[in-house]
């Protein structure tokens, strides 16, 4: 049987963790690594702190603060998240630490060496005045492609395109707001090309990656790879090692995915065989699965990959189970936009298993999901409450209160019986099965449907009222609905540990320690009795959760008062009408704003709206849109504007709500 070596994306030390980056990375990381170990298989799951970089660097310089004050602060930050979610590393390390430094570099001299890492003389874009080179991420400006105006020097997160920093159109020096000049200058570049085939050739292997991933990694490939320079102009990171290259540091996603190894060594050392790293990441009986977000893919497909081929040495991949992205209600998770929910907040307000059950209902295995946070509360309410936490109270609280003991020795299975002891044995395999695969969600929704399967039963065979006709009957049922019990408290294990630490007590099973095969075994080897049966969840409140920026290291968290609801009758008094645009002309000095003139039936009226970086005028000619028209006048750029044109935000720029059918201007909106 192979061993296996988890490995989650490490997250950059410049910013907490948000919903995004668990459903993502982590928590199906962890869901896969705990299914392993219940199997009985050798695997550890290691992770640790990105702590190099430019976003690290940038941060440093925002809040006035040295780098290593920054990624000590959120090394920290991020380790209690994860904690607190009950995610579980069997190392969790620093990029910053000497071990990974000395490894990093040791890497580099190796393929340096062995001729696929050379110097190149580059132009780059210099701020005259802040006196400095500047890495990608300290440029920004107009993306070339998709005309994103926020676009970084390294890559657009609008259109995905990889960039560098000259490729932007009128580019800003992001320290100073300055325009920067062309300047000569070196890096070292990995020669990625050579490798083309060597990589197309492994790809070609991995016929069972998921369709996603190993479509894109196959597409670049084929569009031809190109060499990548893996250093960056800092103070800040692992120093290159050549006497050459002083003030040069190896580029993050260079030394980052070294990271996985330094971490696994670290592990090694901090239990006394340091020498036990090496059937992990040497021997081939090993697999290696590395667990990452969709904009990670490239970089553990192809990059690492190869360098890894450059090395010579160590194992390669045997997977690469990259999840896409979560939104929040409707919108892309954005940080800039302050539309985020912060892991520290959410803890403050809900159990870790709570979260992780509302999370891994929305891992985004094949596609982009959504998470609301109506349906996070229904969720919990409806299936953890009213099914699952149902059906392990009823089923203790019976036998508990009537038998005080899980009888023994039963005979006489029939009909439905023998239908529920066939759907014990098959669920370790049923869920285990979509696990392997990596579906996380289809596991779930399994475990569900045996839980809901076990009240169907319960209230089928009644035994509330079988206890006084029939009392075989009833300890026939209730052995059953116990052996039910006892199976979902292992294959929930993955997904929710503490409750299933809580059942197996509430059981009165004194070996907490099952395996994944027990679940199938529907009969107990040992007399058992439930004791300090308690309700094991409770229902929530439909209430906000906190969605907001983060906070940055020199601020703390401040009491916010709960958002307040509008009152129906306070929603009556706004009046909203359709209304027709017969005129859209240009402010002067304004970038952004059009001055409209809009048809409400029974009068026109002159309105400001910010519509110029989504729409032209001949495009805003005759559109029918919502017109909010009771609102006080305001005077923006010296005109008055009488109302508020309706648009949803997407990434940020407005886009415009407009009728499914086509009716006349003045039409109330109700």
């Known amino acids: 049987m192979p061993r296996y070596l988890i490995t989650s994306a490490l997250p950059y030390a410049n910013g907490p963790l948000h919903i995004g980056h668990i459903a993502g990375a982590y928590l199906p990381a962890d869901i896969y690594t705990r299914y392993l170990k219940l199997k009985g298989v050798e695997a550890i799951h290691i992770c640790g702190t990105d702590e190099h970089g430019v976003a690290i660097t940038i941060k440093a310089d925002k809040e006035g603060k040295t780098p290593k004050e920054i990624v000590d602060y959120y090394h920290q930050n991020i380790k209690e998240s994860f904690d607190g979610l009950k995610i579980f590393f069997d190392n969790f390390s620093r990029t910053s630490k000497p071990l990974h430094h000395k490894l990093s570099q040791e890497f580099f001299i190796r393929i340096y060496e062995k001729g696929y890492i050379y110097k190149r003389e580059i132009e780059q874009l210099y701020c005259l005045n802040c006196q400095r080179f ?4 300290y440029v920004e400006g107009t993306c070339p492609y998709c005309g994103n105006e926020k676009a970084r020097g390294d890559q657009c997160e609008q259109c995905g395109r990889w960039l560098e920093p000259k490729d932007l159109i009128n580019p800003k020096c992001t320290i100073c707001g300055g325009v920067p000049v062309v300047k000569t200058s070196y890096h070292y570049y990995f020669k990625l090309k050579e490798f083309e085939k060597p990589l197309k050739d492994w790809l070609s292997t991995k016929t069972y990656w998921k369709e996603n991933v190993l479509n894109q990694a196959l597409s670049w490939v084929r569009d031809g790879l190109q060499d990548r320079a893996i250093t960056r102009d800092l103070s800040w990171g692992v120093p290159v090692p050549l006497e050459e290259a002083k003030g040069k540091v190896l580029y993050v996603w260079f030394d980052a995915p070294i990271g996985y190894i330094s971490s696994t060594i670290e592990w090694a050392e901090k239990n006394g065989k340091p020498e036990e790293w090496k059937k992990y990441w040497l021997d081939t009986e090993t697999k290696i699965i590395h667990f990452i977000g969709k904009d990670n893919i490239i970089f553990h497909t192809l990059i690492w990959p190869a360098m890894l081929m450059a090395h010579g040495d160590y194992n390669l991949p045997d997977n690469v189970p990259a999840n896409e992205f979560l939104n ?47 349906e996070f509360h229904t969720r919990i309410n409806s299936e953890l409450v009213n099914n699952f936490g149902n059906f392990v109270n009823r089923t203790l609280s019976f036998i508990k209160n009537y038998m005080g003991r899980v009888p023994k020795d039963i005979e006489g299975f029939k009909d439905m019986d023998l239908e529920i002891i066939k759907d014990i044995e098959e669920l370790p395999g049923k869920v ?18 045996f839980s809901q399967k076990g009240n169907q039963y319960f209230d089928y065979k009644r035994p509330w009222s079988t206890r006084k006709t029939d009392y075989k009957e009833t300890e026939r049922t209730l052995y059953l609905c116990a052996s039910m019990v006892k199976a979902l408290s292992i294959v929930i294990e993955p997904y929710l540990p503490d409750s299933a630490v809580r059942i197996r007590k509430m059981l009165g099973i004194s070996d907490l320690s099952l395996s994944w095969e027990d679940a199938g075994n529907w009969k107990f080897s040992k007399e058992v009795a439930p004791e300090n049966v308690e309700i094991l969840y409770k229902k929530i409140e439909n209430k906000p959760i906190s969605v907001g920026p983060e906070l940055s290291t020199n601020q703390e968290k401040k009491e916010e008062k709960p958002m307040e609801y509008i009152k129906f009758e306070e929603f009556k008094k706004l009046e909203l009408k359709i209304g027709e645009i017969i005129s859209v002309e240009d402010i002067p000095g304004a970038d952004k704003l059009y001055k409209l003139q809009v048809n409400l039936g029974d009068k026109i009226v002159e309105l400001v709206a910010g519509l110029k970086t989504t729409y032209t005028k001949e495009e805003l000619i005759h559109k029918k849109v919502p017109v909010l028209v009771n609102l006080e006048p305001k005077k923006v750029r010296g005109i008055t504007s009488n109302g508020m ?8 720029k407005p886009v415009l709500l407009t009728p499914e059918k086509d009716v006349p201007p003045g039409s109330p909106i109700k």
């Open 328 to 374: 929040l209600m409707g919108a892309k998770l954005s940080t800039s936009r302050n539309w985020a929910i912060w892991i520290p907040d959410l803890l403050k307000e809900y159990p870790a298993d709570y979260i992780r059950y509302g999370l891994a209902h929305v891992i985004p295995e094949t596609k982009d999901s959504d998470f609301s946070i109506e």
């Open 645 to 652: 044109i309706l648009a949803c935000d997407l990434d940020g």
């Open 134 to 137: 500047l890495p990608d991420r």
């Open 432 to 449: 285990g099965s979509y696990l392997q695969n990596f579906e996380f969600r289809k596991a779930l929704k399994e475990i569900m449907a």
